[in-house]
């Protein structure tokens, strides 16, 4: 019998040691990816500095950015738990704890927006790059336009602080991917001229980051987050099969949950909504995604 529980405890210790090595692997390679230098030339886009430009790219910064940089672009606490760790959104302007600062030309916005890449090299964290790297050189153009004159308001600084735990989860995939990993950085897709259009309702689809929770196929199934409920299908498979454009432009507008950007989308345009409905509709009708 005392040979059992020494059998038992040695491969006890084995399951423990080979946790442990887990555990210190995944921390040592998430670490590395982390602090991975990138050393990426971006392509030129012109930023025009006359009113309407700006107000655009205020425009297009309240659609895609401000859920988690704030309206006025201050920065939030994008998420802090106790098990997790801490990480902000940090504040854009040059107030106090911004980091427009760091942004000295063009060219460093641009690497952030399209790559995920700050100013130092680094990977920017959770930022949805791999989905802005479509954005046409008018709109990420615009949106600097915006940010390097956006009035300095004080707010949260970059922060980016991960348990142990998180670190594991980050290897998992848990938070996505680290878009800086994923983007092709020598090259930049075409876009679609702005119209209602199915094409141009794709691209929209694309930079919003619809597929991020909505499927490939945009067919719905089981939401990225745990706690998340399941994801409708988008596909005319699924509810929106029986509805029609107004009555999309509608819930659009008027709907609101913490599970779908609904206030951001909702700054769209009549056009764009009605380009993204162009598209949605025309899709093959799918059923809805069990994964």
């Known amino acids: 019998m005392k040979r059992v529980f020494k059998w038992i405890g040695i491969a006890i210790a084995v399951a423990l040691g080979g946790v442990v090595v887990f555990v210190i692997g995944m921390m040592l390679w998430v670490n590395s990816r982390l602090d991975r230098t990138y050393h990426i030339e971006p392509r030129a886009v012109a930023v025009l500095t006359d009113s309407a430009s700006v107000a655009e790219g205020k425009r297009l910064f309240s659609i895609y950015c401000s859920e988690c940089h704030g309206d006025n672009a201050a920065g939030t606490a994008f ?28 060219s460093d916005w641009v690497r952030a927006i399209r790559h995920g890449i700050t100013p130092e090299g680094k990977p920017t964290f959770i930022m949805p790059s791999k989905d ?73 689809v694309t930079t919003f980051g619809c597929r991020n929770c909505h499927g490939e196929r945009l067919a719905g199934g089981k939401h990225p987050d745990p706690e998340g409920p399941p994801v409708p299908n988008l596909t005319p498979g699924g509810n929106l099969g029986s509805w029609d454009e107004d009555m999309f432009i509608t819930n659009i507008r008027g709907r609101r949950s913490r599970w779908m950007p609904f206030v951001q989308l909702g700054r769209m345009s009549d056009d764009e909504l009605r380009a993204i409905w162009s ?13």
């Open 132 to 204: 802005f790297h479509y954005l046409s050189d008018a709109d990420v153009g615009h949106l600097v336009a915006f940010l390097r004159t956006a009035p300095a308001a004080d707010g949260v600084g970059r922060k980016r602080e991960l348990t142990t735990l998180a670190k594991v989860l980050v290897g998992m995939g848990a938070f996505g991917d680290i878009s800086a990993e994923v983007i092709p950085h020598d090259s930049v897709p075409p876009t679609p001229p702005r119209g209602v259009t199915a094409a141009y309702g794709n691209y929209l």
């Open 279 to 291: 598209y949605l509709h025309g899709l093959p009708a799918l059923p809805t995604a069990t994964q």
């Open 79 to 106: 998420f802090h738990n106790p098990s997790l760790g801490s990480v902000n959104a940090p504040n854009l302007t040059r107030g106090r704890g911004g980091v427009a600062t760091l942004y000295h030309n063009t």
